[in-house]
C-alpha cells in the first residue's frame, strides 16, 4: 500500500508561482507512474496535468505545456510541481497520484475515471487559488 500527502498550495495573484510537494510513503515499484492531477471548482472530473516516468520523460497537458514542471527525486518517493505564470483557470484541487498498470506515460493524462479509481494511489490533495 501507499500512502500520498501534497502540500504547498494556496494562494496567488495571476501571473506568480508555487512549487507543490508530494510525498509518497511505501515501496515504489519501477513501472509505478507519477502524475498531477487537478479538479477545478464545481467539476466532478479529473484533469490530468502533468505525468512522470521512471526515466524522467515527461507529459503535460496543453493547457500548462510552458508553465508547469513536474519533477521527481531519485527515490521516487517525493515528486513536485512547479507552476509558473499561473492563471486564474488553475484554480483548482490539485492531486498527486501513482498509476499502475501503464507501459509508459503517453496516457496517463487521459485516462478514465475508472481506470484511475482502480489502479491508481491518491493523495488528499491541496488547493491552489490564484486571484486575477
Known amino acids: 500500500q501507499l500512502h500520498l500527502a501534497e502540500s504547498g498550495g494556496g494562494s496567488v495573484q495571476s501571473g506568480g508561482s508555487l512549487r507543490l510537494s508530494c510525498r509518497v510513503s511505501?515501496?515504489?515499484?519501477?513501472?509505478?507512474?507519477l502524475a498531477w492531477f487537478r479538479r477545478g471548482p464545481g467539476s466532478g472530473r479529473r484533469e490530468g496535468v502533468a505525468g512522470i516516468d521512471s526515466d524522467n520523460s515527461t507529459i503535460y497537458a496543453d493547457s500548462v505545456q510552458g508553465r508547469f514542471t513536474i519533477s521527481q527525486d531519485n527515490t521516487r518517493n517525493n515528486v513536485f510541481l512547479q507552476m509558473n505564470s499561473l492563471k486564474p483557470e488553475d484554480t483548482a484541487m490539485y492531486f498527486c497520484a501513482v498509476i499502475s498498470g501503464l507501459r509508459d506515460i503517453s496516457r496517463i493524462l487521459r485516462l478514465s475515471d475508472d481506470y484511475l479509481d482502480r489502479f491508481g494511489w491518491w493523495g488528499q490533495g491541496t488547493q491552489v487559488t490564484v486571484s486575477s
Open positions: 511505501g515501496s515504489m515499484d519501477a513501472a509505478y507512474r
